[in-house]
């Protein structure tokens, strides 16, 4: 059992629903999964990812997920973000490769990492403190920008409504705000000692 999902219990989690499942497949990774892969952090509480299988295999691939997770007594989440907010044009063009794939070439499964911004903005939309650090995550490793962030907003705000986000978009406005917020506040923070070190 893991007490913390780490890197090694991500990578035999995969592992071992590739082994149950025997199709071609594709995984995207997302949130806090995915900046434990690239080590931007050192565990996480779960597994969250979005799959996408042929309809024929989808039962089959659920079996394994949930076969998988139960042996291992792990939490996953297998979501398609677009389910809780609607998506910056071009996510699908955003995806990233994993920077070591080496794990991955014994896999018929395809693991890559989903858009880091329609990754945000489901943190920003679900908004505890840990979503909110999953997106300051993203911001420090350069995987998104605050001007990047603004700009997919700024083309999503006529999209969003009580139906497509399910809650106040006003509500949604005023979460981003805060993350924002926060984002500058720490890099006021960071500047002084990494000026020192210079």
């Not at 149950?20 to 900046?35: A, K, M, N, R």
């Not at 990754?119 to 679900?126: L, P, T």
Request: charged fraction near 25%.
């Amino acid at each position: 059992m893991y007490r913390i999902i780490n890197h090694k219990a991500i990578q035999e989690y995969f592992e071992r629903v590739a082994e149950w499942f025997e199709q071609d497949g594709s995984v995207f990774l997302i949130g806090e999964t995915t900046q434990v892969i690239e080590g931007c952090r050192e565990w996480t509480t779960g597994i969250d990812f979005y799959s996408s299988v042929r309809s024929s295999d989808r039962k089959a691939f659920n079996d394994a997920v949930l076969k998988v997770a139960r042996e291992m007594d792990i939490p996953v989440s297998d979501e398609f973000p677009g389910d809780l907010i609607p998506l910056p044009d071009g996510y699908e063009e955003r995806t990233r490769a994993l920077s070591n794939t080496s794990w991955t070439r014994s896999l018929r499964l395809d693991v890559s990492h989903f858009d880091p911004y329609a990754a945000c903005y489901r943190c920003i939309a679900r908004g505890d403190e840990p979503d909110y650090q999953v997106v300051l995550t993203y911001l420090e490793s350069g995987w998104v920008t605050e001007e990047g962030l603004a700009t997919h907003l700024a083309l999503l705000l006529p999209k969003f409504n009580y139906k497509t986000i399910q809650q106040d978009p006003a509500e949604f406005r005023r979460k981003y705000a805060g993350v924002i917020q926060m984002w500058r506040s720490r890099k006021q923070t960071q500047a002084p000692r990494q000026s020192r070190g210079l």
